[in-house]
């Protein structure tokens, strides 16, 4: 089965840092893209940021650039979106989502998301 | 950098049709892309390249597009339609934005 399994819900405290994880299974894992969104409690969707895990040539939207890191451990097929010191504002659901290589640029398949809560 | 704008609501009453729009001077040059997004639940892709449906969504759901307006179409809406809709596009240098969403509440 083709899946995208997002690591669990997190508490951090401000100043903390944290890695969050997104392992993907039942497809090549270079064949696609994976994106990180942000969604922060009764907001909209934001796109964070992309890589390809081939390379793991990496783009960032301009907000996100230097707040967080995006990697990947292709011998895991796995994501990563982390922060070195986290801020109470970073308080979100965090899915990840997948873009095909080589194709159109939507996501067509997405994690069920993390859940990042941070406060003291 | 690219904008796009949604209505922030739009209510229908079960099996009439809902339209939702989404605006950004892109548009003429990219393809635009929706998502539905139920409580508590991931984004579902519901169309892609403007009017195609994935495989498994209802034809209920339809695309189209016009200059820099796409539009969502849900005709005869259900009860199970009621959900946030994000619209969605990209350029070429893999930059992304998605639209604040639109709520349709079925009345």
């Known amino acids: 089965e083709v899946q995208l399994v997002q690591s669990g819900a997190e508490v951090k405290k401000p100043g903390e840092s944290l890695r969050i994880s997104c392992k993907t299974s039942?497809?090549?894992?270079?064949?696609?893209?994976i994106a990180w969104v942000r969604q922060m409690p009764g907001k909209g969707l934001e796109w964070m940021g992309i890589?390809?895990?081939?390379?793991?040539?990496?783009r960032y939207n301009p907000s996100f650039q230097g707040q967080v890191t995006i990697s990947v451990d292709k011998s895991i097929n796995t994501a990563y979106l982390q922060w070195s010191s986290l801020k109470a504002s970073d308080t979100a659901i965090y899915y990840c989502?997948?873009?095909?290589?080589?194709?159109?640029?939507?996501?067509?398949?997405w994690g069920r998301g993390t859940l990042v809560t941070v406060s003291s | 950098s690219q904008d796009l704008t949604q209505p922030p609501s739009v209510s229908v009453s079960p099996g009439q049709t809902a339209t939702i729009t989404c605006s950004g001077d892109?548009?003429?040059?990219?393809?635009a892309y929706w998502y539905q997004q139920k409580p508590g639940q991931a984004p579902v892709l519901v169309i892609y390249?403007?009017?195609k449906r994935p495989s498994g969504i209802p034809e209920r759901f339809s695309g189209s597009s016009s200059g820099t307006t796409v539009t969502l179409t849900i005709s005869g809406v259900q009860a199970e339609d009621e959900a946030d809709y994000y619209c969605?596009?990209?350029?070429?240098?893999?930059?992304?934005?998605f639209g604040a969403g639109t709520r349709v509440t079925v009345l």
């Open positions: 039942g497809y090549r894992f270079t064949d696609y893209w």
């Open positions: 969605q596009s990209a350029d070429t240098s893999e930059s992304y934005v």
């Open positions: 989502a997948r873009r095909k290589l080589e194709a159109y640029r939507y996501f067509d398949l």
């Open positions: 892109a548009l003429p040059k990219q393809y």
């Open positions: 390249n403007d009017s």
């Open positions: 890589i390809y895990p081939g390379d793991s040539d990496t």
